[in-house]
């Protein structure tokens, strides 16, 4: 027996064996977050281990041992009865993506199921909860037993993460929010992967955004956080495939939680911005074929398409809306949503074509409207955010608008207005509009 | 006005800063003690900077400021009325070190003063406060004011470090020791100035000690530790000496509480081991220079050795302790000390010279013994230790003593006969004893 197998390392022990860049031996990160749970190794420990994660990163196996570590601290959901594997989609956040709302009714609707839990907005970029509660009465709160029975009834159930579901990661992402240490790969990969694993899924597609208005701002860095998702995936026994798209403007046409939930209806009613409605489709194409469900593109593609254009995706969406006590009848009457009464317009100053939007400055104007928050305790206002009415490629007179902003109060707006306006580049000639999805 | 002067950066913000490897601007190092201190920073914020300032170590402004910051967040003490310079000595920790019983009221007895506050064993190094309390009924707490009114009347008092000096090292320390951040010299040199700087010295003297049984194994990491010493201590107006000393094998011929105070005392009676004695003179000639109280070398070895040979230094120690609650007794009869009845001998298997001693092997037995504690919370036995027969150089034939333990209970000593034995290294031919002192 060698001395380093007399015992299991002490808390100090394994804090300095990471400090020191060295590997974690099997088994030490999965005590690391059982003795974190158990309140055995302090908050304090855990932030300084998490400091040294974050400058030694974790290897390939140490993420999925600390993904699996996470995951089974709480709950792990187990669908039963479903004759297709359940995929879910994640982002990995931008601005104006409202992407889930249509999808997840979408595949759900070609018997793909979707069981979805998602997360809420944070500094610029918005999320799926605070959109979803823009529907006046829809709950995004469910117990484990009910979701999995709504699964199960209609193949689909969007809600927020509980308690009992990875609460290491709950407990974990709060001290690196609070101590510099948000900013690594590994530590990323076990937070995103822990919380989808815990919902029972057989397969996940990554939408990996990579831009100004995204978390990763260059295409190396998406990529290795593409490849780090996969990897960690996969080791834990999922089928896999990312996208890397495009998150330097503003998806659609819409940032704020019942604007883009609005938008997101239009996509159900088979209307809606192009760029929104073909990223929708690509990723819908996607979950199938991890499914099961299509064996080629076309197939695919061509399942995705008919319940689309047939109504059965948006009367999933409305069984759904109505199963978590929403307001159904925002479904075929989106001005039900909550909204502002007279948006203020940004018009522009010269004429020309839409060069540039920025999707950063804009997600933060938008935060500053109400429609996101700073921190993670402050209140969102679902009318709140900004309309475009322009997007890249598109032309403009002098005069004409840009966006609208909506506010609750009209003193919140007048500030942001040349914010706003300084987010449009106008320019001359002719400008392409880039494709969304840049690599997988 | 740049963007990063218009605001006082937040918690999160500062550890973002030093984990990216940059400076803290002036006032932000403060700043992150004084909100730690008022509980606005949390100690998981604090751990984790600490673990980012291991791995990006404070430049030489930052330790200054971390230093003051530290010093600053208690009280300092004033000394009035004194007519030489208060000056203290600092060790950085070995095997046997109870130079400062002896040191303190010998430099105190030429008439420099000497406030000095300690601290306590752990882990292999022992610690003075723990040799003092050896001496029955001798306290080492003593508020404030009454350790200035000591130190005003006999010019020398010897306590712990009280709640009020220093207590954001203390808090700080607690966190380093439980985050494995120890390890880091500016770290380390804001730590020991910080409490030194609050006893209201003037002038202090420091003993790096290097080698296997020492916080420092190689002269150059020691060089590093004394020359960032030196340069903060100067900084905040102190002057200071620096001694690198030997720490391979124990100092003297005792290893604990009651075993070395009995030693420290043969040394005020002009007796006890030649290294003992020399590093004790040697010290003190440095602290005299610094005083101002001597101008050359040789005037302060004479004072030095005067105080010492016509029995002043010993009549100070036996003040002090009276002073202090403590059996005075013990100064003429150190059989009063506590007292193992029948140590255990640690016999010599074959003949030679004592090649070497390993301070290192010795002092973790000595901590198995009792004498010391792995843990801050641990008990210590004063009478526990281990009692040198020989020292490096001596000639011993096989059968004879090479050390007893001592220990409460003879089941403590048992396992330990061999370990010690093996620290031993009995050779053939002559060995010359090397010099203590081995840089400056």
Same mark, same amino acid.
């Given at each position: 027996m060698s001395p380093s197998e007399k015992h299991a390392p002490s808390p100090v022990e394994l804090l300095v064996t990471k400090r020191d860049g060295k590997r974690h031996r099997p088994g030490d990160i999965t005590r690391l977050v059982e003795s974190f749970m158990s309140k055995e190794l302090a908050d304090y420990q855990m932030s300084a281990w998490l400091m040294a994660a974050f400058h030694h990163p974790l290897t390939s196996a140490e993420t999925q041992e600390l993904t699996l570590a996470m995951l089974h601290s709480g709950t792990v959901l187990e669908h039963k009865g479903l004759k297709l594997p359940a995929v879910d989609k994640h982002s990995t956040g931008g601005v104006g %993506? &409202?992407?889930?709302i249509a999808l997840a009714p979408l595949v759900a609707a070609t018997g793909v199921p979707v069981p979805m839990i998602s997360g809420r907005g944070l500094g610029h970029t918005g999320g799926t909860l605070d959109k979803l509660e823009a529907i006046p009465g829809f709950s995004v709160v469910q117990s484990e037993p009910q979701f999995c029975a709504q699964v199960r009834k209609l193949g689909v159930a969007m809600i927020g993460q509980t308690e009992r579901l990875a609460p290491a990661d709950r407990r974990i992402y709060a001290l690196r929010d609070v101590t *510099? /240490?948000?900013?690594s790969i590994p530590l990323i990969v076990a937070s995103i992967l822990s919380k989808k694993l815990a919902e029972g899924i057989d397969a996940l597609v990554l939408d990996v955004k990579v831009g100004r *208005?995204?978390?990763? &701002? /260059?295409l190396s860095d998406a990529r290795r956080l593409a490849r780090a998702l996969e990897t960690t995936a996969r080791g834990a026994g999922k089928r896999v495939t990312s996208l890397i798209t495009r998150m330097d403007a503003p998806l659609g046409l819409t940032i704020g939680n019942a604007l883009e939930t609005r938008e997101a209806i239009e996509i159900l009613h088979g209307k809606g911005p192009s760029d929104v409605r073909q990223l929708t489709l690509r990723l819908a194409r996607e979950m199938l074929l991890l499914a099961g469900a299509s064996s080629t593109v076309a197939a695919a593609d061509k399942q995705v398409l008919r319940a689309l254009s047939d109504g059965r995706a948006l009367e999933l969406f409305a069984k759904m809306v109505r199963a978590q006590g929403g307001d159904v009848r925002v479904v075929t %009457?989106?001005?039900?949503?909550p909204r502002v009464k007279s948006p203020l317009v940004v018009n522009a100053t010269c004429s020309g074509t839409v060069a540039d939007i920025d999707a950063m400055v804009l997600g933060r104007a938008s935060v500053a409207l109400g429609a996101g928050r700073w921190r993670a305790e402050d209140k969102v206002d679902p009318r709140a955010g900004i309309e475009l009415a322009v997007q890249i490629g598109d032309r403009v007179e002098k005069g004409d608008p840009l966006a609208w902003l909506h506010a609750s109060k009209r003193v919140l707006c007048d500030p942001l207005v040349e914010t706003v306006r300084g987010g449009f580049v106008i320019g001359s000639g002719k400008v392409k509009r880039q494709s969304l999805v840049v690599g997988s």
């Open positions: %993506d &409202k992407i889930s *510099g /240490t948000v900013e *208005g995204a978390f990763m &701002k /260059t %009457d989106p001005k039900r949503l």
